[in-house]
């Protein structure tokens, strides 16, 4: 049974791309057969993300038009076995995705055996946005310690539960909260919201922290979904995520201070 | 470290708090505001049904009133339509 799952957030700039590339390349690690979808059309970046932009030829929106096979336009990463990626168009028509389109560019997928279809939404409540989240069975909401993304998440969390096809048809997408740009120090410190604070607004299951990292820039920078990037606490903390959504029960990483941790580490050590 | 850091550090730890107090309040307000609110449509049914109904009825423009109640269950649509008392 293949899994949709959308990542979105609402307020741009969050880390959905970073989000979507580092999952879907640790699912297919993993071994499961992952494509992941920009669905930001004209401002295609997942392809420059996961460091495949030369290898470019056709996109999701010549697939939707009939101008190119989905074969033809999928890109097979040459690093990690399993993951394919199907970049956005840098058309300017807003109206280039479609719900048939969408829908059979992702039966199409589902028929050839892929295990996981992963949604990288544009930023906004628009039609991008929406076109990524309606198919989706499963939803990863990346939200930073901050009130607008917050409240932004809540918003698309509206959205999810009442507009998209699962919701339509009387049923619920299963909701995972992604906290990114993480800064224990700042929590610590009294002027950022904790992980607690943000799970208690939002109400919905916590799947991962990501801590605010230099790592992603060097990752991106290079090309290489920062989940590649073993030694960095980013890089482990996506991993995390992936064995956490696949049902390992693991405790959270990287979420204390050094300071804090010195402490209790003396006090109990 | 003197008094003056003390209230420094002070007012830092009422802003994480602060942005918690305040986002679970707006979003109280926003969930209730679309659980009770008039959907967007109804400006424009009520206009579109004055349309019909004077294709046979001479009605005056706030003849008609639509209204939408909310139910546990089911939403009640009610349309009130005052005709002139001499058709
Ligand atoms: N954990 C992190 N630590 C440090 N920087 C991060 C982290 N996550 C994301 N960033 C940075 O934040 C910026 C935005 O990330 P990204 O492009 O993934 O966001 P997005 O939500 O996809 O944006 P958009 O809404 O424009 O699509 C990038 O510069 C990225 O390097
Ligand atoms: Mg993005």
């Given at each position: 049974m293949s899994k949709v799952i959308v990542v979105t957030s609402g307020k741009g700039g969050v880390g959905k791309t970073t989000s979507s590339a580092a999952f879907a390349a640790g699912l297919a690690s993993k071994g499961h057969k992952t494509a992941v979808i920009d669905f930001d059309v004209g401002l295609r970046n997942l392809d420059l993300i996961m460091g495949v932009e030369r290898r470019v030829v056709y996109d999701f929106v010549n697939v939707i038009n009939g101008e190119s096979t989905l074969k033809q336009a999928l890109i097979k990463d040459k690093r990690v076995e399993n993951l394919y990626i199907l970049p956005a168009s840098q058309t300017r028509d807003k109206d280039a995705l479609n719900k048939e389109g969408v829908e059979s560019v992702i039966n199409e997928l589902k028929a050839d055996g892929f295990d996981y279809i992963v949604c990288d939404s544009p930023a906004g409540i628009e039609k991008g946005a929406f076109m990524a989240l309606?198919?989706?069975?499963e939803a990863i909401v990346v939200t930073n310690p901050e009130v607008s993304s917050v409240r932004d998440s809540d918003r698309i969390l509206g959205i999810l539960q009442s507009r998209s096809k699962v919701a339509e048809e009387g049923g619920t997408v299963k909701e995972h909260l992604l906290i990114t740009r993480y800064s224990p120090e700042r929590v610590e410190g009294g002027d950022m919201l904790s992980k607690e604070d943000i799970q208690e607004i939002l109400s919905i299951p916590l799947l991962g922290v990501i801590p605010e990292s230099g790592s992603v820039l060097q990752a991106s920078n290079s090309g290489?979904?920062?989940?590649?990037?073993?030694?960095s606490q980013a890089g482990q903390a996506y991993m995390d995520v992936v064995s956490r959504f696949l049902g390992e029960d693991i405790p959270l990483r990287f979420v204390e201070s050094e300071e804090k941790k010195g402490f209790f580490k003396k006090l109990f050590g | 470290m003197g008094l003056f850091s003390f209230f420094k550090k002070e007012k830092k730890k009422n802003t994480a708090s602060l942005a918690k107090e305040r986002l679970q309040i707006l979003i109280a307000h926003e969930h209730s505001d679309t659980s009770t609110a008039a959907p967007d449509y109804l400006p424009k049914l009520q206009e579109e049904l004055i349309g019909v109904i004077r294709k046979y009825v001479k009605v005056d423009d706030n003849a008609v009133n639509v209204k939408l109640e909310k139910g546990d269950n089911f939403d009640v649509l009610e349309l009130n339509i005052t005709l002139p008392e001499n058709n």
């Open positions: 309606y198919f989706a069975d290489n979904p920062v989940i590649m990037d073993k030694e | -």
